[in-house]
């Protein structure tokens, strides 16, 4: 279908716009667990938005692609957060501290990361579903390739690939409720962020009233605050103070389908239904905002909450001195910049079914697009099949490791690591694969072989899975890194994989 591009221009504002708004509307009872009675603006705005960090990341990754291209993946991601990413809270920090570690995709976003569940990746979804419009798959890989960083293995990388699709979908599809079944086809039925929307619908279609739907969530799927004193006297009678630290995304995500489902197409009942539930309520109430925006645009925004806040953007967690003059100024410009990039993913997957109007060829026409071409057919399967490692892409192959529980070594254990090598292309290889590693290290069966890789659709057989051994009698560094080169004889292929195993030898059963 062709994407009018005025339409466009006026979803992604109004995306960007709800952003502000309700970021900044749930920004002072931000991780109070009670419930609200917002209808407005509480605080005294002086014509600017607070800062956010539910945006201020976005920002980032808008100028990564800028700078390295559409193609980006999380080790590209990786380096941008370690250089200009300054929190140490929660998931943020343990991510990058485990990046800095070395520790590479998805493993800095699971290793001893008790905020794996939380909400730090689907607050910056939006950015994937602007420049992937109508293209929900496209912005699940991206999201995913983000939530990854500091989420690994958990709900938190559901969440985010849940709210892409949905929000690329919205671009498309005007139906709220089959926009939510395109976002659940992507990720495991069976995961919490899933049964929380589920839970949602189903408070919503039983008649239920939005606050007896909070409560349920919250029965169901919570996590603990950090701060006791954060839970009201009427949650605490309800036992609401109870729970696993870091486990906020169901509940958040579940609060987040209420607002939209409760709001009925209203803007200001939509974001203040997502605040009045409490909890990460400037998460919350800033994507029900962007959501709205996007299926709706800019127009149907109240000038009411714009004017209080005005255009700008305020950041938080960026380091703006070495990012001096490239961070987007206002929504304007966001705006303008996303669609710069947009562009480019629009032609990267001109094969698709969605392009914009001034690129439209003979005899193609406006109109919309059947909600089920977009629904995913395995559940996020294609995204999911490397959570316990690494994957690194190549030319023609892919090469993933699998350090089962944890990256770590400790003396004179041998710790197992599973090298899988993938074709992706239509030609079978022999390959050399070998071990560079110190003298100390021994490595099982051994440190160099060959292995055949065939091409895709020979099916599961087609690819070259290798279970080593490695043991280190005395382990001599906190990090130990190495690396498996994969070569071709008669090509000049050189696929060089890294391995980290840190230090683990403090750690009680290696745990």
């Known amino acids: 279908m062709i994407l009018d591009i005025e339409t466009y221009r006026k979803k992604t504002l109004g995306c960007w716009m709800g952003k502000n708004i309700g970021g900044t509307l749930g920004a002072p009872m931000e991780w109070k667990r009670q419930v609200n009675d917002v209808s407005f603006y509480t605080q005294e705005l002086g014509g600017e938005p607070?800062?956010?960090d539910d945006l201020d990341i976005q920002l980032l990754w808008l100028i990564a692609m800028e700078e390295q291209g559409i193609?980006?993946?999380?080790?590209?991601?990786?380096?941008?957060?370690?250089?200009?990413?300054?929190?140490?809270?929660?998931?943020?920090?343990?991510?990058?501290?485990?990046?800095?570690?070395?520790?590479?995709?998805p493993l800095s976003g699971t290793y001893r990361n008790v905020y794996k569940h939380s909400c730090g990746s689907f607050i910056r979804s939006e950015i994937w579903a602007c420049v992937a419009p109508g293209l929900p798959a496209v912005a699940a890989r991206y999201a995913y390739e983000d939530a990854?960083?500091?989420?690994?293995?958990?709900?938190?990388?559901?969440?985010?690939?849940?709210?892409?699709?949905?929000?690329?979908?919205?671009f498309v599809v005007d139906d709220l409720r089959k926009l939510i079944d395109i976002g659940l086809s992507y990720i495991p039925s069976d995961c919490a962020v899933a049964k929380a929307v589920h839970l949602a619908i189903e408070c919503f279609d039983r008649k239920k009233t939005w606050l007896e739907a909070r409560n349920i969530i919250l029965e169901k799927h919570r996590g603990k605050l950090a701060w006791p004193e954060n839970t009201s006297e009427d949650d605490r009678k309800k036992g609401f103070d109870s729970g696993e630290i870091g486990y906020d995304v169901p509940s958040n995500i579940g609060m987040l389908v209420v607002g939209l489902l409760y709001g009925e197409g209203d803007f200001a009942k939509t974001i203040c239904t997502a605040v009045n539930c409490g909890e990460d309520t400037d998460c919350t109430g800033a994507t029900a905002g962007s959501i709205f925006g996007i299926m709706r645009?800019?127009?149907?925004?109240?000038?009411?909450?714009?004017?209080?806040?005005?255009?700008?953007?305020?950041?938080?967690?960026?380091?703006?001195?070495d990012l001096a003059g490239m961070v987007a100024k206002d929504v304007d410009d966001l705006s303008a910049r996303t669609e710069g990039v947009a562009r480019q993913v629009l032609l990267e997957n001109r094969k698709a079914d969605v392009r914009f109007s001034d690129t439209a060829g003979p005899g193609e026409k406006a109109g919309r697009i059947d909600p089920a071409s977009l629904m995913a057919k395995d559940s996020g399967a294609f995204l999911f099949g490397s959570l316990s490692g690494p994957r690194y892409r190549f030319p023609f192959f892919e090469a993933t490791l699998d350090y089962g529980e944890e990256p770590t070594v400790r003396d004179g254990v041998e710790k197992?690591?599973?090298?899988?090598?993938?074709?992706?292309?239509?030609?079978?290889?022999?390959?050399?694969?070998?071990?560079?590693?110190?003298?100390?290290?021994?490595?099982t069966p051994s440190r160099k072989g060959s292995a055949l890789v065939m091409p895709p659709w020979f099916g599961p057989d087609s690819k070259a899975v290798i279970d080593f051994g490695v043991t280190i009698d005395s382990v001599p560094a906190t990090i130990n890194r190495a690396s498996i080169q994969i070569t071709i004889e008669g090509r000049p292929t050189v696929m060089t994989v890294p391995v980290t195993l840190l230090n683990g030898n403090l750690l009680a059963g290696g745990k």
């Not at 080790?75 to 957060?81: F, I, K, Q, S």
């Not at 989420?151 to 690939?161: D, F, K, L, S």
């Not at 197992?416 to 490595?443: C, D, F, G, H």
């Open 416 to 443: 197992r690591i599973k090298l899988t090598i993938s074709n992706t292309y239509r030609i079978q290889a022999n390959m050399t694969v070998e071990w560079l590693v110190p003298e100390t290290w021994r490595v």
């Open 297 to 321: 645009g800019i127009d149907a925004i109240p000038r009411k909450w714009i004017d209080p806040i005005g255009r700008s953007i305020k950041t938080i967690t960026l380091d703006l001195g």
């Open 71 to 105: 193609r980006i993946d999380a080790h590209v991601l990786a380096e941008y957060w370690c250089m200009f990413v300054t929190p140490h809270w929660a998931e943020y920090g343990t991510g990058k501290i485990n990046m800095r570690s070395g520790l590479h995709p």
């Open 50 to 52: 607070l800062p956010n």
């Open 148 to 170: 990854i960083l500091d989420h690994g293995n958990g709900e938190g990388t559901y969440a985010e690939v849940f709210t892409a699709t949905l929000e690329s979908a919205a």
